[in-house]
């Protein structure tokens, strides 16, 4: 149950504000402990080694829900007792995402697993490429481990930890991180300049983007584009995104929708499909679906391999087919009962994603549907249209939060920039969704709510009318 309500508070400090925020700390601690219960692992220490059957779980709701609060509710409290000077310089400072880069790239996490007492950064360091300096390396690993990833047992002697295995590269997670920290960051640094170029500034078209800007030199003219230079780097890509829907907890939409009632042979067309993470669990789950993946052919070729390897009896039985395609210039198979986008939209400024849109639009049946699978921003500020979202489950959080819960969903403020950064593109409010589906003769018929993502399903304007 979430508690989003401190009005039951037996805390007082003097400060009804104070009062507030540390009941709901209290409370969604207890909301996440008793997910843990339920569980039946109990809690994981901060230095396990082992994962927790918490750790990949993708349904996890109510535990995604208490932390949105429990985030929240700790930063304001901090930065309501902090000097400013102190919470303003410290953002100024993210210096963690190199240090967890270079940690990455030079597999320091998974050369740790052979030594779970420890290693020291002398040694660490006389295994890496090139041969680290080791004072330096300390420098790093000290930053991480005060952040509790990795464990520093005696001086300079590390060991994995709970965060710090999610490094280990088998992990996709750790392909995320690589990807924000290498490739986005690319843009995200060069923003203040290509936000005042006159030739970048005002232009929203996705090759004028931050990051379009920064290799402007390399010969790319987007960020697709690039990887279409850089094939190999492709498969690297791809296990991020298998990362980045593990991290969102994408795959709760295996169970959470009602893909069992549907027909023997329904058609499940994913629009932009990676190597199709979601599809590959569905198919899995749902022997009824017959999956078409669709996709840049660079995409499709490592879709084929990881099917070849995961889910071989849906290529020889033609559960699954395989078909590159440009969504900008052309439209999907035809006739499908789904079409299915996760992270195309947000890719997209409004007259790029209205042409997918339309592309789709084009060779839908009356009875076919397009589900859009997306962060939903929230909005920053309380208005009187609340009482219309607490009915559709898009509740904004309790005072003293932030209605949109501030930095308890500060990945969807870091994917708006991230979307910004990368494709003068955004993460989207229900409102900028609909409108987007209404320019391509879409109607927004439903919003299933998955907590950090949600799902919105369209159909064409006056089917049935
Ligand atoms: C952010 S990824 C999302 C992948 C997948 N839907 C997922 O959520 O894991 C965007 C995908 O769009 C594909 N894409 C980009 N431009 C495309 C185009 N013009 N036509 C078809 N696919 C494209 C990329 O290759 C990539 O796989």
């Known amino acids: 149950m979430e508690h989003n309500s ?7 400090t003097g400060s009804k504000e104070i009062d507030k925020l540390l009941t709901m700390i209290i409370t969604s601690t207890q909301d996440a402990l008793a997910e843990y219960k339920k569980s039946g692992a109990g ?25 949105r ?49 420890g290693l ?35 001086e300079n002697t590390f060991t994995n930890n709970r965060l710090s295995l999610t490094l280990v590269s088998t992990n996709p997670v750790a392909s995320m991180v690589h990807l924000c920290s290498y490739e986005i960051q690319k843009s995200i640094n060069v923003l203040p300049e290509a936000m005042t170029d006159p030739e970048y500034a005002i232009t929203e078209s996705a090759e004028k983007s931050a990051y379009t800007f920064a290799v402007r030199d390399e010969g790319a003219t987007s960020f697709y584009g690039w990887y279409q230079k850089h094939p190999e780097l492709q498969g690297q890509f791809d ?3 298998i990362g980045l829907s593990r991290v969102e907890g994408s795959l709760s939409i295996v169970n959470n929708y009602p893909w069992s009632d549907l027909p023997q042979g329904t058609t499940f067309c994913d629009v932009g499909s990676g190597v199709g993470t979601i599809p590959l669990a569905l198919a899995k789950a ?28 849906a290529i020889e039985t033609g559960k699954v087919t395989f078909k590159a395609f440009d969504f900008f210039a052309e439209s999907p198979m035809e006739d499908q009962d789904f079409y299915y ?100 003769g ?10 950090e993502m949600h799902v919105l399903k369209f159909q064409k304007i006056n089917v049935g009318a």
């Open 6 to 12: 401190p009005s039951s508070s037996v805390i007082q």
């Open 43 to 67: 809690l994981p220490s901060p230095h396990a080694t082992e994962a927790h059957p918490l750790d990949s779980a993708s349904d996890e709701f109510a535990l995604k829900r208490a932390l």
């Open 69 to 117: 609060i429990l985030e929240g509710a700790c930063e304001t409290l901090c930065t309501t007792l902090a000097q400013p000077m102190h919470t303003i310089l410290n953002r100024s400072m993210p210096f963690e995402a190199q240090c967890m880069r270079l940690i990455v790239e030079n597999r320091i996490a998974d050369l740790l697993e052979k030594f779970p007492n």
């Open 120 to 154: 020291h950064v002398a040694e660490i360091a006389s295994k890496t490429k090139n041969q680290m300096n080791p004072r330096k390396l300390g420098q790093v690993m000290g930053l991480l481990a005060a952040r509790g990833c990795f464990r520093e047992v005696s």
């Open 239 to 241: 296990h991020a995104m």
């Open 286 to 313: 749902h022997p009824n679906l017959r999956i078409i993946l669709q996709d840049l052919p660079g995409a499709i070729e490592e879709a084929k391999q990881l099917w070849k390897t995961e889910f071989p009896e």
């Open 341 to 440: 986008m996760k992270h195309i939209m947000h890719n997209s400024p409004d007259a790029e994603a209205i042409k997918i849109l339309k592309n789709i639009a084009a060779v839908m049946k009356p009875s076919s549907c397009v589900l859009i699978h997306e962060i939903v921003m929230m909005d920053g500020v309380r208005s009187a249209e609340d009482q219309e979202s607490q009915a559709t489950s898009m509740a904004k959080a309790q005072e003293p939060l932030l209605p949109n819960y501030g930095s308890g969903n500060l990945r969807h403020h870091n994917q708006n920039l991230n979307m910004l950064g990368l494709f003068n593109a955004r993460q989207r409010t229900r409102g900028q969704f609909r409108a987007l589906g209404e320019s391509a």
């Open 442 to 451: 879409l109607e927004l018929v439903e919003v299933l709510d998955l907590v």
